[in-house]
């Protein structure tokens, strides 16, 4: 088995007295040599716990620096940390911990009660990050012994888990292993001229490959600074941005929405961020433009969970002249572009894309079936997602075979939705698709059919109803009442034959 050196700890001993970390909440700075001293001592909180060899260890909390801490201690002690999603209601985060089966559950006060259930229901022990007594995080850390630190860190060894549902609507954990987060640091590095002096801010959801990877492990790894908020603050991202405090950026499109609707954005001067970056979902013409005008060449990218996740990321000198392109596979991935026979298709045509390289995951836990759908014997990944690449060989994903859609950088599955819907007593069938939105992209649109005798249920107790069972960015914003849904001859409904209002 292939190893790589323990990164925080070489760093550690390298620029100890450097910032590593700071909550820009409470303003507390951590260098390199204090994280580590931290982290060793949150790995022997670990052991005592049995959080060891495999072990799990699920965390449920806005973004802290005491996220990283968890991770970088399970790096210590073998523990795989599976990062909950604080957006999720408990009924959809139970069963994922149920398979997990965590023998330590991690929260903020935020999510507190969440996490007791989880934890009770579990039977794991519950650490409170902001629980001030003697059974609280900062108190365990402190009378804890500084554990020894691995030495090495296995390439194919499984660092952390991340949920993503499939297009059945069942949750499936993706393998991110340490191997994943290293070659990710050497796609991004190489693609933005990462160094110690950057400086990055951490605010996407821990609970995403881009809240760990972009830019925050990938700048801890290269010695460089991250600045962490609990999530995105539009007033105080701009008042950053207008101090002229973070080099390098990574945001979703409805980030640079929000940011472009910010009433100071026309008079802070962007181009002191060094690299803009963007994905998650397609980049509006309309917003590539007005932050170029602004000094900020945002340079849109494409990646997934399952590919750690950096693949494409466009080049900011070509940002205005190519957009809709998420520009050329990174220096450790490969990708083509095949058709229905798996044959490579030549440029400018259409066709499925594919992805290899090491920094691809080894699959689901504890699915080898979808493991076996997704990843070829050779090693590719079929993503679902359809593109095209040009005679420059820049890709540009135009659609996906799969119905899954993307709503402020959010996956949404359809069939999920409309399990949910279906379960309401008025409502017969549901279908739902994903219609452009110009604020989060993409929204749902669910079409219901009535069951017999009931009368049609307005369309925000259905909504409501949802808000119940589904995180909020799965909620359909529109609901349309049908009398009958277009059918194949086998009686399945044919979505693109709905009529839309």
């Not at 399952?306 to 990321?313: A, D, K, Q, R």
């Amino acid at each position: 088995m292939k190893h790589m050196t323990n990164l925080l700890a070489r760093r550690a001993e390298l620029t100890p007295s450097r910032p590593a970390m700071t909550d820009l909440v409470s303003g507390q700075t951590w260098t390199y040599q204090a994280l580590h001293d931290r982290v060793l001592r949150l790995a022997s909180v670990f052991l005592a716990h049995m959080a060891h060899d495999g072990a799990r260890v699920a965390v449920l909390c806005r973004n802290r620096i005491g996220f990283f801490e968890v991770l970088f201690a399970a790096a210590n002690t073998g523990a795989i940390v599976t990062p909950l999603n604080w957006r999720a209601p408990l009924p959809e985060l139970a069963p994922l911990v149920s398979q997990a089966e965590p023998v330590l559950i991690l929260c903020g006060q935020e999510d507190l009660q969440v996490a007791k259930e989880l934890a009770l229901a579990s039977n794991a022990k519950l650490i409170n990050f902001d629980d001030p007594t003697d059974e609280g995080y900062e108190a365990q850390l402190a009378r804890s012994p500084v554990a020894e630190a691995r030495r090495h860190w296995a390439f194919e060894d499984i660092w952390y888990l991340l949920y993503t549902s499939g297009t059945t609507g069942q949750p499936k954990a993706v393998i991110q292993t340490y191997g994943m987060a290293h070659v990710n640091a050497v796609n991004v590095g190489q693609a933005i001229d990462l160094s110690s002096q950057d400086v990055t801010l951490n605010f996407l959801p821990l609970f995403h490959t881009a809240g760990i990877n972009l830019h925050t492990l990938p700048t801890l790894f290269a010695g460089g600074h991250v600045l962490i908020l609990p999530g995105f603050e539009a007033d105080r991202v701009m008042e950053l941005l207008a101090k002229g405090t973070i080099s390098t950026f990574f945001g979703v499109p409805a980030v640079y929405q929000a940011l472009s609707l910010h009433p100071e954005f026309g008079n802070v001067a962007l181009d002191k961020v060094r690299h803009w970056g963007c994905g998650g979902a397609p980049l509006a013409d309309t917003l590539v433009h007005a932050f170029a005008r602004r000094g900020a060449r945002v340079a849109n990218g494409m990646g997934m969970t399952e590919t750690g996740p950096t693949v494409f990321l466009a080049d900011p000198e070509t940002a205005t002249q190519k957009i809709g392109s998420v520009g050329k596979p990174q220096i450790l991935c490969e990708a083509r572009i095949v058709g229905n026979d798996g044959i490579e298709v030549p440029a400018g045509e259409t066709g499925e894309l594919w992805l290899s390289g090491p920094g691809i995951t080894p699959g689901y836990w504890g699915n080898p079936q979808a493991t076996a759908a997704s990843i070829t014997p050779d090693g590719w990944l079929k993503t679902g997602d359809l593109a095209r690449k040009d005679a420059d060989g820049c890709f540009y994903i135009v659609g996906r075979l799969k119905e899954m859609f993307i709503s402020g950088a959010e996956n949404v599955y359809p069939a999920e939705v409309e399990n949910v819907l279906a379960l309401h007593p008025a409502v017969l069938e549901a279908a739902v698709i994903g219609v452009e939105d110009a604020r989060w992209g993409e929204v749902g649109h669910a079409f219901i059919l009535v069951r017999p005798n009931q009368s049609a249920p307005d369309p925000s107790a259905l909504q409501n109803w949802c808000r119940d069972h589904l995180a909020p960015y799965k909620v359909p914003k529109y609901v349309t009442v049908l009398d009958e849904f277009p059918r194949t001859p086998a009686g399945k409904i044919q979505k693109h034959l709905i009529p839309r209002p």
